[in-house]
T-cell receptor, first 116, second 114 residues
Framework: NAGVMQNPRHLVRRRGQEARLRCSPMKGHSHVYWYRQLPEEGLKFMVYLQKENIIDESGMPKERFSAEFPKEGPSILRIQQVVRGDSAAYFC??????????????FGPGTRLTVT | AQSVAQPEDQVNVAEGNPLTVKCTYSVSGNPYLFWYVQYPNRGLQFLLK??????LVKGSYGFEAEFNKSQTSFHLKKPSALVSDSALYFC????????????FGDGTTLTVKP
């Protein structure tokens, strides 16, 4: 059973370009979460999605950031017009499809975004 | 609002000695508490969780954690540390009615010296 897959593992973008980060949850998981980890900091919640629905986006910046989890295919975190401050590791996690909070989240290896 | 504090940025212990990594939390209602470990350039790996029941929770790799409701703490412990335990450890809390948002502490770097 493959774990959470993220690609690319490393992404370099120039200021102003778009970054698209992909996440495939574990088999059987339909809850996906995105977190951002800045250098020397902990993980900060960004968004929580179920298939075709955004459940909680309270951690998403108001502009330039968007996320989706379509019926088919991976979840996508999209950052438009990237700036240097967007440089971070972006982690995706998934959990079982139960509407309760006690299921642990399984994390992918992360995408390390560098904005030059 | 929910929050987590890991008061120590760094913990250093000698191999074979017991280790404790501290975590305190704040959440309204009953908390779900988790510990994760992160090795360099890797994602987080789940270690253990407290949902309900016994206050002492046993997890992977010989780790355990003690839930203390009166002190709102969930310290991670191991009786005998290994050099390979050296990593970054994160405590996380989730409200029992919020299936999504986990709040993580800032992490504690554990270094075990031979």
């Amino acid at each position: 059973n493959a774990g959470v897959m993220q690609n690319p593992r490393h992404l370099v973008r120039r200021r102003g370009q778009e970054a698209r980060l992909r996440c495939s949850p574990m088999k059987g998981h339909s809850h996906v979460y995105w977190y951002r980890q800045l250098p020397e900091e902990g993980l900060k919640f960004m968004v929580y999605l179920q298939k075709e629905n955004i459940i909680d986006e309270s951690g998403m910046p108001k502009e330039r950031f968007s996320a989706e989890f379509p019926k088919e295919g991976p979840s996508i975190l999209r950052i438009q017009q990237v700036v240097r401050g967007d440089s971070a590791a972006y982690f995706c996690a998934s959990s079982l499809n139960r509407d309760r909070g006690f299921y642990e989240q399984y994390f992918g290896p992360g995408t390390r975004l560098t904005v030059t | 609002a929910q929050s987590v504090a890991q008061p120590e940025d760094q913990v250093n212990v000698a191999e074979g000695n017991p280790l404790t990594v501290k975590c305190t939390y704040s959440v309204s209602g009953n908390p779900y508490l988790f510990w994760y470990v992160q090795y360099p350039n890797r994602g987080l790996q789940f270690l253990l969780k407290y949902i309900t029941g016994d206050n002492l929770v046993k997890g992977s790799y010989g780790f355990e954690a003690e839930f203390n409701k009166s002190q709102t703490s969930f310290h991670l412990k191991k009786p005998s540390a290994l050099v390979s335990d050296s990593a970054l450890y994160f405590c996380a809390v989730r409200h029992n009615t919020n299936a999504g948002k986990s709040t993580f502490g800032d992490g504690t770097t554990l270094t075990v010296k031979p």
